[in-house]
């Protein structure tokens, strides 16, 4: 039976490279303000929760930063965009992928000849597993542990793959959380080069590779705490 794990915390980081700087929109601040406030106005946002960062001078360190209602942050840069999403729950979770479309449409109508470089998504979670200790759960996963080094609390393991059918590169970090006593941190990393067509789809994909990989190595969530 796999180890059930319990979400205390979770953070959702999705990075958006361009594949060249937006120079078109350099000095153009009312197309910007206005892009993001009517991308993210469905979604909680009002004028007061968009902040242009003061006293930067170089271009690659400008940023506009919009808070989503109460769920994430946003950044614009001239060369990527960064949507962080924290403590979200499954139906939260279910709206994420509509609002990173919603950062990307507004600057493909403004600008016609955007195009991504690639994507990185980063979910991390600091876990309960129920009814056992983080290291139950690491000590199979892992090497056997170094006895000179003390009373062993669990090792933490790192995974890289590539996956040629989707052309995704992916990571997968386990280790003793530092925040949940004797609990599990997992961070998952996805990397996908080029465009991404249909972020609802992409995210399904993710989930269910995700938890095959985790199924692999014993582990489930809870569904109620993902």
Not at 54 to 64: C, F, H, M
Not at 65 to 77: A, P
Request: hydrophobic content about 40%; charged content about 15%.
């Amino acid at each position: 039976m796999p180890y059930e794990l319990l979400v205390q915390q979770n953070q959702l980081v999705h990075t958006g490279y361009f594949s060249h700087p937006l120079f078109e929109l350099w000095g153009d601040g009312k197309t910007i303000l206005g892009g993001l406030f009517e991308a993210f106005s469905p979604y909680g946002t009002n004028l007061p929760d968009i902040r242009v960062e003061p006293g930067l001078v170089s271009p690659s360190e400008q940023v506009i930063t919009v808070n989503i209602g109460l769920m994430g942050l946003h950044r614009f840069r001239f060369d990527r965009v960064e949507s962080t999403f924290f403590n979200f729950s499954d139906d939260t979770l279910l709206k994420i992928p509509g609002i990173i479309e919603a950062s990307a449409k507004w600057i493909r109508v403004a600008v016609s000849s955007l195009k991504f470089a690639s994507h990185q998504f980063v979910y991390s979670s600091h876990c309960q597993v129920a009814n056992f200790l983080s290291k139950d759960v690491l000590g199979p996963i892992c090497a056997s542990p170094v006895k000179s080094g003390g009373i062993d609390l669990g090792s933490g393991v790192i995974f890289h793959w590539e996956v040629p059918d989707r052309n995704w590169t992916t990571q997968l970090v386990l280790d003793r959380s530092v925040i949940v006593k004797n609990g599990l941190y997992m961070m998952f990393t996805l990397l996908v080069p080029g465009e991404v067509s249909d972020y609802a789809t992409l995210a399904r994909d993710a989930r269910s590779y995700i938890e095959n990989v985790l199924g692999e190595l014993g582990l489930t969530f809870n569904k109620a705490s993902m």
